[in-house]
């Protein structure tokens, strides 16, 4: 089980930094797919609002639009100027943490959408999970939108299914977005949301 759940992490990430990339320079406004702008409905259940985090204590990783936590066993995967993505000790489940200029610019739901359409794409029978909400909300004081998107990644002859909680988020002009998306295997959801609160209650964004 450990070790396919480490290939449907390694073949999950491979897509992070793409589905991130899209965020940075879009050719042209969204045009959404099909799915309608949030009114103000509460915010996520799975994962409460934090206005004010206070700064991360230990090791951090940074970058030009973010610094985050490293819990003790976890290790950073890769880095660029926009995002980083590390892996738990198990190497059953990755955090991946994104900001940057947009351009042009994006609302939360654009970015949603983005996303959206980048899983879609990639894994045929992506969906909302089931008993999951879409909700508006905040993480670490950037405001977005929250939602969980489950399918299925098939890798050397085996499938798996994957699932990935995700925040998108936008400043007030829409020139800069904000992203978290955790990546695991769907029977492992639990844990790893238990496993990564620390990681997403110390996430210091520095655009604004």
Known sequence: MIVGAVVV??????GCGTAIALLRNQPGTTSGTGIAPLPSPSPAVSASPIVSPAAPTGPTA???GE???VPAGWAVDSKDPESITITDP???GSVTIG???SNPSQTAQQN???LDKFFT???PDTRNCANSQTTAGSLDGATGIFWQLCFTVVSGGQSFQAVAPIFAGANADGSVYYVVLLLTPSNNLQTFISESA????GIQWKLK
């Open 9 to 14: 992490l390694i073949v999950l990430m491979a």
């Open 62 to 64: 940074s970058n030009d």
């Open 67 to 69: 610094t985050v936590p």
């Open 90 to 92: 198990s190497g059953t």
């Open 99 to 101: 900001s940057g200029p």
């Open 112 to 114: 949603k959408d983005t």
């Open 121 to 123: 794409g990639k894994y």
């Open 198 to 201: 620390p990681i997403l209650s």
